[in-house]
């Protein structure tokens, strides 16, 4: 169900009332924090991810009509919480997207085996062109596909692939040896990304990048590739029409992949093996050819963006980024065709809103301003935040951090806070305060080999050097109730990626929700009235 929009000032001036009427246990000089840190509400949580959610979104595709609600109620929402515009007198800041979708009447073939669209493969073109081939294209197998110096490790050394075709293999080589001293161990690098994958290939002037799917080193199963990979597929519209990438971005089935590596007389264990054990390439003596006719379409999509201006340095802005955007509908489905995306990112825009109600309610703004950059096309590769970390409205040296809320903790009450890509930022100093102040600790992300510090929109601040800090309730449940309820909710929830059951579900435990939204309100807080501005650490990649 769709909240009335009427109802919103109504619902802002309520809580409003309430902020106030908790004021009075409070000293003039300390502020009203504590009571808008409490009146951050499991209801109101609830109920914006319950409308953003709702079939009526659906599925919150960008371009679409979907889209256009979406926006609306954002806007809406910002506005009458008494925000600003964020991008002149414009709340919207328009991303151009190139839409192209290839047809699915494809067949790849490798050496004697024909390859069926998202059975045993997926393929499209970033190029900006109707038809690309590959044409009996020469198969070499480059390992990790991975050339970083930092690491002394090039997969591409000595080797001409021009016109050819790479196989790689996902992440990098620490996942599988997390001792060995390879890379950062168990934590995937940015070599591990399959964007990094084709940029590298398209960099060595590959003509096709095919990676190999593996479950446990990619971290989601072949549905999720089969499904994110085909039907239509948005980039920014690009200069060159992206004649400098490889004409055909493909993955392949473990199964497929093990078939061909035994056709060119290779068992692709033992291959893994050797490219685990340092740089690795080999030509596989088949070939590859594969027709994709696409059709292209230049499109407009839109991130919102919103401002509270600061009471003594407007200009210094603390950036809060959720994406808006999901998956859309695929009507070709039997029953349910809408892909929700409750959680991701239905969670984190509801955050939003509610965070911007509660620096509204302040009595006094903080000294910094904090805006609201909630982006669109985030699931196609963060291309809302990309584009604008390329086109900044607010100054980027005047960017003094960025916070990202992306699939919200719906799995209850946490102990721990976990930080994806710990150890990066002085943010997490911040953050330390915050969660302290709830009783909570701060650890590493569970599985650092999903590499999510690569998979949401804070790497595309961290990219141009903005400290960005991704962080979320742990796996430590705060009790036996909610250790079993997060054990049901937890199939649930991780079952449903990408699928069209990401649902929103009334029996959800929003305290999760609830506990990060205060930490995130907390952390921004703090930042906006400090004269600090938090460095990367030493370590980190983004340093230079
Ligand atoms: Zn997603």
């Known amino acids: 169900m769709q909240l009335p929009r009427t109802l919103l000032p109504l619902l802002a001036s309520a809580a409003l009332l309430t902020a106030c009427g908790q004021t009075a246990n ?21 109920l914006h991810t319950k409308v953003l959610a709702s079939d009526e979104f659906e599925g919150r595709s960008p371009t679409t009509a979907g889209e256009t609600k979406t926006l609306e109620y954002l806007v809406s929402n910002f ?87 790479v196989v790689i293999l996902v992440n990098d080589p620490g996942f599988e040896n997390p001792d060995s001293g390879k890379f950062q161990g168990k934590t995937m690098t940015y070599y591990g ?36 990979w085909s039907g239509a597929q948005y980039s ?27 056709d060119a007389g290779k068992d692709f264990a033992q291959e893994k093996a050797n490219a685990l054990k340092g740089p690795y390439n080999t030509a596989l003596g088949l070939n590859a050819s594969v027709t994709i006719n696409s059709t292209l379409k230049k499109s407009v999509s839109n991130n919102v963006i919103a401002t509270l201006p600061g009471s003594e340095r407007a200009d210094e802005h603390i ?35 509610v965070m911007a109600k509660a620096f509204a309610e302040l009595d006094q703004r903080p000294a910094r301003s904090i805006t609201f950059l909630v982006v669109t096309a985030e699931e196609q590769g963060l291309l809302g935040s ?56 701060l650890t590493q992300e569970p599985r650092p080999e999903a590499g999510y510090y690569y998979r949401s929109d804070h790497f595309s601040f961290a990219k141009v050097g903005v400290p960005a800090l991704y962080a979320k309730g742990g796996s430590e449940p705060i009790d036996e109730e909610t250790a079993n309820y997060r ?12 699928q069209v059951c990401d649902q929103f579900r009334e029996n959800w435990d929003f305290g999760g929700v609830q506990e990060d939204t205060q930490m995130f309100f907390d952390v921004g807080y703090q930042i906006a009235n400090s004269n600090n501005w938090p460095k990367w650490n030493s370590t980190s990649e983004f340093q230079r």
């Open 26 to 46: 409070y000293t003039a000089d300390t502020d009203n924090f504590d009571s808008v840190y409490q009146n951050i509400s499991q209801e109101d949580l609830k």
């Open 79 to 165: 506005k009458a919480l008494g925000y600003e515009p964020g991008n002149g007198n414009s709340f919207l800041q328009a991303v151009e997207l190139m839409e192209i979708t290839a047809d699915p009447d494809m067949v790849m073939t490798i050496g004697e085996n024909t390859l069926n669209y998202k059975e045993d493969m997926v393929a499209s073109s970033k190029r900006e062109t109707t038809q690309v081939n590959l044409s009996d294209s020469e198969l070499v197998f480059v390992g990790y596909g991975v050339n970083a110096p930092e690491y002394n490790w090039n997969d591409y050394e000595g080797l001409d692939v021009k016109g050819k075709t």
């Open 193 to 228: 990304r399959w964007s990094y994958k084709y940029e590298e290939a398209s960099r060595q002037g590959a003509e096709g990048a095919i990676i190999v799917h593996e479950t446990a080193p990619a971290s989601y199963g072949w549905s999720v590739v089969a499904n994110s």
């Open 236 to 262: 920014l519209v690009s200069k060159n029409g992206n004649a400098d990438r490889v004409a055909v971005e493909g993955w392949i089935t473990l199964d497929m992949a093990q078939k061909v590596f035994s």
């Open 319 to 353: 950036i809060y980024t959720a994406h808006w955007d999901h998956l859309g509908t695929d009507m070709s489905k039997e029953g349910d065709h809408v892909y929700n995306g409750a959680h991701d990112n239905a969670t984190g825009t509801a955050a939003s809103i």
């Open 386 to 441: 990309l584009y604008y970390a390329e086109h900044p409205i607010i100054p980027l040296d005047k960017t003094v951090a960025n916070l990202n809320m992306d699939a919200m903790n719906v799995l209850g009450k946490t102990k721990d806070v976990a930080v994806v890509g710990m150890g990066k930022s002085e943010l997490e100093t911040y953050l330390g305060t915050a969660v302290q102040k709830q009783g909570r600790f």
């Open 487 to 498: 054990k049901r909710a937890n199939v649930i929830v991780t079952g449903c990626y990408h």
